[in-house]
Structures are given as structure tokens and as C-alpha cells.
């Protein structure tokens, strides 16, 4: 079933309350177990409804703190044991950051790169080399747009996404030839809770958009998409706009 499939095994959502993240798990729920991995695994009744009555045969809350790079390794290291072989894995979690503060505050900056590129890096560092061990498997990692070329009004965000999307693309290419599947997604402006109260971007999407995109990528075994993909063109475009008008760009 390779190439219409995705792999078999338990679904593992790192980030058990993102809007993308829970669109993909639903799509992927029929007949699978899910891992919803999240601060405050005890309030995940909501999320945990959500996917058996889209037909997971079991839903497992557990606690993750991305941000505590030293249980990484222990935290996966149990899932694999007690859950057995892992298929798809989706990186969803993440800060938007306050780049006001942010310019302020070293402590705000770091925070930011901190959980989404640090965390990312430490969190797939660590599930590389599980999902190496069993063979196969697939990871979910979203990068963004804004780290395509990083613009002045959302300079820290965009440099933690620039290092994750390095970082993840040279990992796509070390997992080459192991049987584990890497997808770098490129979303542009998604509407939904983390970006609420701000002015829709050009081209905006929707967390199910974005998953419709996520879970074709990842049957296909695209090694990365844009969301949406006229991002693509545009961007390649973009990198050729002069600094002078690319500095005064809003978010």
C-alpha cells in the first residue's frame, strides 16, 4: 500500500491540542491508536472524543513538555515500549511569540527559538533514531513561510522556522535509503487560535486545509509541500525582492 498509505502503526501527535495537528490525527484515526501528547494531559477529554468518534480504537493522553528537552528521549523511548511500532508522527506544537517583547527581551527571544526550533530539533533527533530502529515510520514537521525569508515584523519567529526548516530538510536527507519518511509542510498564514485577533494574510488557509494537504503529502511521500501551493512560485519570486521594500513587509 506504500505511495496510498500511510504507515502502519500508532499515531503519535506531539502538541495534543493544535487545531492542524488534531485535523490530521482525525484523518488518520480509522482503525489506529492515537498518542495525544500535551501539557495538562488530563484535560484532553475534549480532543480525545473528538477522535474515537472519528474511529480510533483507542485514544492515549500522555504529558509532554516540549520545552523539557531532557524528557524527550525517556517520554518517546516509553511510548515505543508501551505502545509498540509508531507510524505517523506530527510535530504540532509551537509558539507564535510576541516580537514587540521579543525585541526587548533576550529571555522572550530565546524563548521563542527555544520551542520551535531547540525543542523540534531535540524532539526529532530523538525520533529519528526510534524510527530508524523499527524500520519505517513517518514525521510530520511544520515549518512556515516566514522562514522561507525571514521579514523584519516577525524576525524571531521566522529565524526559529529558517533553523527548524534547515534542520528538518537535512534530516529528510540523512532518513534517504532507512524506510522512515520525513515531510517539511510549508504553511503560509493559517486562521485559527494562534493567530487570532490578526489581519488574515494573502492566501490564507485553514488548520483542515492544511491537514487535507498534510495527510496527501505523507501518502504520497512528498518530501515537502507549500499550503497553499501557490506559496511556492511566490516565494521563489520573493527571494529576488529588493532588502529596501522586503524590510517594510508586514507579518
Known amino acids: 500500500m506504500r505511495g496510498r498509505e500511510v504507515d502502519e502503526g500508532a499515531i503519535l501527535l506531539l502538541g495534543g491540542r493544535s487545531e492542524m495537528g488534531l485535523e490530521i490525527a482525525q484523518r488518520l484515526a480509522p482503525g489506529r491508536e492515537v498518542i495525544l501528547a500535551a501539557r495538562r494531559s488530563s484535560d484532553l477529554a475534549e480532543e480525545q472524543a473528538r477522535l474515537e468518534r472519528a474511529g480510533a480504537t483507542a485514544v ?14 525517556p517520554l518517546l523511548e516509553k511510548l515505543v515500549a508501551d505502545h509498540g511500532r509508531i507510524g505517523v508522527v506530527v510535530l504540532a506544537f509551537g509558539v507564535l511569540g510576541d516580537q ?132 511556492r512560485p511566490l516565494y521563489t519570486i520573493a527571494r529576488f525582492v529588493p532588502q529596501a521594500i522586503w524590510r517594510r513587509l508586514p507579518r
Open 60 to 73: 492515549h493522553p500522555v504529558e509532554f513538555d516540549a520545552d523539557d528537552l531532557a524528557s524527550h528521549q
Open 100 to 231: 514587540a517583547r521579543a525585541e526587548r527581551d533576550p529571555a522572550a527571544a530565546v524563548a521563542v527559538l527555544h520551542t520551535d526550533f531547540v525543542a523540534q530539533a531535540s524532539v526529532l533527533t530523538v525520533l529519528a533514531n526510534l524510527l530508524r530502529a523499527q524500520g519505517s515510520g513517518q514525521i510530520a514537521v511544520f515549518s512556515s513561510v516566514a522562514g522561507v525569508r525571514v521579514r523584519r515584523a516577525n524576525y524571531v519567529y521566522g529565524s526559529a522556522k529558517a533553523g527548524l526548516d534547515g534542520f528538518a530538510s537535512g534530516l529528510s536527507d540523512a532518513l534517504h535509503g532507512t524506510g522512515v519518511h520525513l515531510l517539511l509542510v510549508r504553511p503560509g498564514f493559517v486562521i485559527g487560535h494562534m493567530t487570532q485577533g490578526m489581519d488574515p494574510a494573502p492566501f490564507s488557509v485553514t488548520p483542515d486545509r492544511v491537514a487535507t494537504a498534510v495527510v496527501t503529502g505523507l501518502r504520497r511521500r512528498s518530501t515537502r509541500i507549500w499550503v497553499p501551493g501557490i506559496l
